[in-house]
C-alpha cells in the first residue's frame, strides 16, 4: 500500500530539470520584476554547459534590450512559466542568438512568456 501512495505521488509531482537555475547564486537574477536581470541572466547563461538546462522559476524578469540574452549552441532553457520583459519603452530583443561563426544552433526554449 505504501508503495502504491509513493508511486502516485511521484506521479504528480512535475519534475523540473534545473542544472543551472538563474535565481540561485551566485547568478540571483532578480524575478519580481523591479531590478534589471540581463547581467545576472547572462552570467548563469555562462556556466550552462551543453546539453544543460537552464531554468527560470516563476515571475518576472527584465531585459535590457540593448545587451540582450546571448545563447549558445545546444542548451535548453525551460522558462518556468515565468515572463521576460523587455526594459525600456522602446522594447527590443530579450534572446541574441548568433547566426555567424560560431553558429547558435540547437537551442530549446520552452514554458513561460517572451
Not at 15 to 33: E, L, M
Request: include cysteine; hydrophobic fraction near 40%.
Amino acid at each position: 500500500m505504501k508503495l502504491l501512495a509513493i508511486l502516485l505521488l511521484c506521479s504528480l509531482v512535475q519534475i523540473v530539470r534545473a542544472d543551472v537555475c538563474v535565481t540561485n547564486a551566485p547568478y540571483s537574477a532578480d524575478n519580481t520584476g523591479v531590478v534589471d536581470a540581463t547581467a545576472a541572466i547572462n552570467s548563469a547563461i555562462g556556466a550552462c554547459g551543453s546539453t544543460e538546462t537552464l531554468y527560470f522559476p516563476g515571475g518576472k524578469y527584465l531585459i535590457n534590450p540593448t545587451t540582450s540574452l546571448t545563447l549558445h549552441s545546444n542548451m535548453n532553457v525551460n522558462l518556468g512559466g515565468a515572463t521576460l520583459k523587455a526594459n525600456g519603452l522602446n522594447s527590443g530583443r530579450i534572446f541574441l542568438v548568433p547566426i555567424t561563426s560560431p553558429k547558435t544552433q540547437n537551442v530549446r526554449t520552452y514554458g513561460g512568456t517572451i
